[in-house]
């Protein structure tokens, strides 16, 4: 994979093992293990990455890949959880089971030999996106909410 990608890990998993693994197996080329990325430092990652992969054994709907996919990336990641909600396999990113090393490299090899496809997963990603942006949020309970406080046509009883 040497010239072919550059792995930014990010992270506060098993640290030591993954060094280890990089250090034997002399990936310092393509592997480059950052810690925990935030604020601007995530922004620029995300700003200047073209995939984005999350290979996680258990998640609920992750924002990294909600994040990821606002800016346009398409997504690598496993099946669990939400994540099948937002990642459409073959349309905006490629799932896999859990430790599935062999799917995790024919994910990469995909986009390797296939770079169109990471543009256009990258906008389908986008347009997946859209209904979770503050905007359309802000409408959607807009809406809501004004629905509850109209008047309506209820008879209310009381007493007094």
Request: a negative charge; aromatic letters at 8%; charged letters at 20%.
């Amino acid at each position: 994979y040497n010239n072919k990608i550059k792995l930014h890990i990010g992270g506060d998993g098993d640290v030591k093992k993954l060094l280890k693994i990089i250090q034997e197996n002399d990936l310092r080329n393509i592997v480059e293990y950052l810690g925990w990325v935030s604020n601007n430092e995530k922004n620029n990652l995300l700003l200047h990455s073209d995939i984005y992969m999350l290979p996680s054994y258990a998640e609920g709907l992750p924002v990294s890949i909600l994040e990821a996919m606002s800016y346009g990336m398409p997504i690598i990641s496993t099946n669990v959880g939400g994540i099948p909600e937002i990642v459409k396999h073959q349309y905006n990113g490629l799932l896999f089971q859990p430790g599935d090393i062999d799917a995790i490299e024919n994910a990469l090899q995909f986009f390797i030999n296939q770079p169109q496809k990471i543009e256009e997963y990258g906008n389908h990603s986008l347009e997946l996106i859209q209904p979770y942006f503050p905007k359309a949020v802000i409408e959607q309970l807009t809406q809501c909410y004004t629905s509850i406080l109209t008047p309506s046509e209820v008879s209310v009883a009381s007493h007094a």
